[in-house]
């Protein structure tokens, strides 16, 4: 099985790569759209800026490679946000794949912080991710900007307000934690996409 | 749905690519492999894990940050490291080596841009600020070099300004807690939750369960750092979860 990782401009694709060798998998790093398309799963990871992000991968033209890919896709953190419509941070046009907006925190009370870092408790719904995986459940996250809730919200989480913790559709499946630094719920996560 | 956990983090000394006190393991074959130690650390239930660097050779630095890249390949909860930071190529080398945070201290005090050019270069969420602190005559004092030279700077001052400059995240230890086991600084800790708007780490005190509820509960702290309590086995990682989430903290429970 040949797995891909999107190759970009974005930080922390090498702890995705850290993860995948934990499940003895060799994943593929590239950003050739004709490796990306063969491969049977590709990962599409990312921290940093949406903008900047979205700005290399136009320049590289894989926006429309990754708008075109038929096998499962999984988006972590900033590759989920730039798969939704549009991104607050600096007011970026994404992929569009999830028909939602991606919105800033606005803490509400001097406790809470912004970016929000740690392990947070999500629900999950009986999609085939989180198969194995506990309805009440702790992943980490590391983020600025959430997605809210919507029709492809597969997991919830709340922080500030409610919002998205995963998300579903088609061939396209997103977390806006890292599972690859989830502990053995990340883990079960990851092989739950690989077995797809 | 409970928001963010408050967060448990051993800490490990490392010496020469390994850890320092530990001799509760010693029945393990892995007793001095902090790569090791850490993975059981993370089976326990850590949230997170802190490395310090206590070696000053070059050579020291080159295994450490082989050990970094072990830690990362190995264990799959985030890891902050330490020690003997001082530039921002230190940072870099121990980011490119899988490393999710570094944690600066004595620099940032000789050099306070640094925080600027960390938080601009990777984020302010890599970047935590370790402080050492003790209560002298006039106030709370700021002290370098593990808290052998004593500096002019008040605590809370130094605390507003590494947040204003983008710091993530506040380490405080009070040298006058650590190592004695009778609880966390929480009435300096409860001043710097209020003051500051970025997580407060507590260090220095931890000698028993009550008081991890206790500085979450009066401390206000956001994680709880300690190393010997758990270095030793005097509490087990799963035993405090479950204590914590009896006494109604936020904490993820242990898997």
């Known amino acids: 099985m040949e797995i891909a990782i999107v190759k970009y401009n974005a930080g922390n694709i090498y702890s995705v790569v850290n993860a995948l060798r934990r499940l003895e998998i060799e994943p593929l790093l590239t950003d050739n759209p004709d490796l990306l398309a063969q491969a049977d799963k590709v990962i599409f990871p990312g921290q940093g800026n949406a903008g900047e992000a979205m700005a290399y991968l136009r320049k590289h033209h894989l926006d429309q490679v990754i708008r075109e890919l038929r096998q499962p896709v999984l988006g972590i953190c900033v590759g989920q946000q730039l798969l939704c419509r549009h991104s607050e941070e600096g007011d970026t046009d994404c992929l569009g794949i999830f028909d939602v907006d991606v919105k800033r925190f606005h803490p509400k009370r001097h406790e809470d912080k912004v970016p929000a870092v740690g392990w947070q408790e999500i629900r999950t719904n009986d999609n085939v991710l989180f ?15 959430y997605v809210p809730l919507c029709a492809s919200t597969i997991a919830e989480a709340d922080y500030i307000v409610p919002y998205s913790a995963c998300l579903h559709k088609d061939n396209y499946y997103t977390c806006q934690f890292h599972p690859e630094k989830s502990g053995k719920t990340g883990e079960q996560i990851l092989q739950n996409f690989l077995s797809l | 749905m409970k928001g963010i956990a408050k967060r448990i983090i051993p800490c490990l000394d490392v010496k020469n690519g390994e850890t320092v006190k530990g001799t509760h393991f010693v029945n393990l074959r892995s007793a001095g492999d902090p790569v090791g130690l850490g993975q059981l650390y993370s089976n326990a239930g850590a949230d997170e894990l802190v490395f310090l660097d206590i070696t000053a050779s070059v050579e020291g630095r080159k295994t450490f940050t082989e050990m970094v890249s072990r830690v990362a390949s190995t264990i799959n909860i985030p890891f902050t490291v330490g020690g003997g930071i001082n530039e921002l190529s230190d940072v870099d080398r121990l980011l490119n080596a899988g490393a999710d945070k570094i944690s600066i201290n004595s620099a940032a005090l000789l050099h306070p841009m640094l925080i600027d050019e960390i938080t601009h270069y990777y984020g302010s969420q890599v970047c935590v600020c370790a402080i050492d602190a003790r209560p002298d005559i006039d106030g709370w004092h700021c ?14 001052d130094w605390a507003k300004e590494v947040a204003d400059r983008g710091a993530g995240e506040i380490l405080f230890t009070s040298m006058e807690h650590d190592g004695v086991k009778h609880g966390f600084a929480n009435e300096a800790l409860a001043h710097l939750a209020d003051i500051v708007d970025i997580p407060i780490i507590a260090s220095g005190g931890a000698g028993k369960m009550e008081h991890f509820r206790d500085v979450f509960t009066l401390g206000k702290a956001d994680a709880a750092l300690a190393a010997s309590v758990f270095h030793f086995g005097e509490i087990k990682i799963p035993d405090l979860k479950q204590y914590l989430l009896q006494e109604g903290i936020n904490v993820r429970p242990t898997v």
């Open chain 1, 131 to 145: 198969k194995h995986v506990p309805e009440h459940v702790y992943t980490y996250f590391v983020h600025s900007y």
């Open chain 2, 143 to 156: 002290y370098l070099k593990g808290g052998r030279e004593r500096t002019e700077r008040n605590l809370f």
